[in-house]
């Protein structure tokens, strides 16, 4: 899926190609991809239809385009959701599901094979949608408080992986970089949080921003076809990866092979040395 690097590239060749643009017509092709909408596809067209993109904005993973109208056009990536910018004469793509007609030679497409992403329009929402309001600032956002994500870390019971997962905790980390950022603080994912020092969670804050700037750079992360920005280009940061999906592999800095454990239904990557496990964990 996604994560904040990967949805803030997208976001900036949305800024850049989109912004400014008039929707002159929208066409729902499938309707899975609405389906938060519920006034039904001809009303998310006609909200559109129109009215000018005023911005590109992001919290977390969701994106959303400010309109004229002081509604929003919203938009999650899901697994494999690709907002593309496309020459208005280009072949669809054999996953197109909706399709924004600009006053443009191009046309922004919403492609999403598994289609567990999604679009709606959210009225009133050009500052912040309602839907999206219980979701925490990332920490990439300059408002980001530091010292209460420290404090409501430190006052919870659940492993710092856990913890950085929660969205209405802090936005836009999943499980690549979460893995990562731990890596780089030399902490395990099973650490509970309120075993943890002021400085640990510095140190975590601290590698999540440095591993998703470093993401940034590098267009984010792509492990298949399925994650590409606006012209449809892949990330490379997946070749600078320490942990995740590095099981087998030695550790950058002691040589000791990567683990991979269950974790929430996905996978967790750590080094043993590195990363020791909680007391509690190991007796475990």
Same mark, same amino acid.
């Given at each position: ?37 519920? =006034? ?5 067209? $006609? !909200? #559109?239809? %129109?009215? &000018?993109?005023?911005?590109?904005? /992001? @919290? ?117 970089? =979460? ?5 780089? $603080? !030399? #902490?395990? %994912?099973? &650490?509970?949080?309120?075993?943890? /020092? @002021? ?86």
């Amino acid at each position: 899926m996604p994560e904040l690097p990967e949805v803030e590239v997208v976001r900036r060749g949305l800024d850049a190609h989109v912004v400014g643009r008039t929707i002159t017509g929208v066409d729902v092709l499938h309707l899975r991809p609405v389906r938060r909408h519920l =006034a039904g596809p001809d009303d998310f067209a $006609a !909200r #559109l239809a %129109g009215h &000018r993109v005023e911005g590109a904005r /992001r @919290r977390g993973k969701y994106l959303w385009l400010p309109l004229d109208s002081g509604d929003a056009l919203l938009g999650h990536l899901g697994m494999s959701g690709q907002m593309l910018v496309q020459p208005a004469d280009a072949p669809d793509e054999r996953h197109l599901r909706v399709r924004l007609r600009l006053d443009a030679p191009y046309e922004l497409r919403f492609v999403d094979q598994r289609m567990f992403g999604g679009l709606a329009v959210s009225p009133g929402g050009a500052d912040l949608p309602s839907e999206i309001a219980h979701i925490a600032r990332d920490p990439m956002d300059p408002e980001f408080d530091d010292d209460l994500f420290s404090a409501r870390v430190r006052a919870k019971v659940s492993g710092i992986k856990r913890i950085l997962l929660d969205q209405t905790v802090i936005s836009g980390v999943g499980n690549i970089y =979460a893995d990562e950022a731990l890596w780089r $603080a !030399r #902490l395990h %994912g099973e &650490r509970p949080g309120r075993r943890l /020092r @002021r400085v640990d969670v510095t140190e975590v804050l601290t590698g999540v921003r440095a591993v998703m700037g470093a993401a940034l750079e590098q267009g984010g992360t792509s492990f298949d076809a399925l994650y590409v920005n606006v012209n449809g280009e892949s990330g490379y940061f997946d070749r600078s990866l320490h942990a995740y999906g590095q099981e087998g592999q030695p550790c950058a800095r002691c040589g000791t092979p990567i683990v991979r454990v269950s974790f929430m239904n996905r996978s967790s990557y750590f080094c043993p040395v590195c990363q020791p496990r909680p007391r509690r964990s190991r007796a475990r």
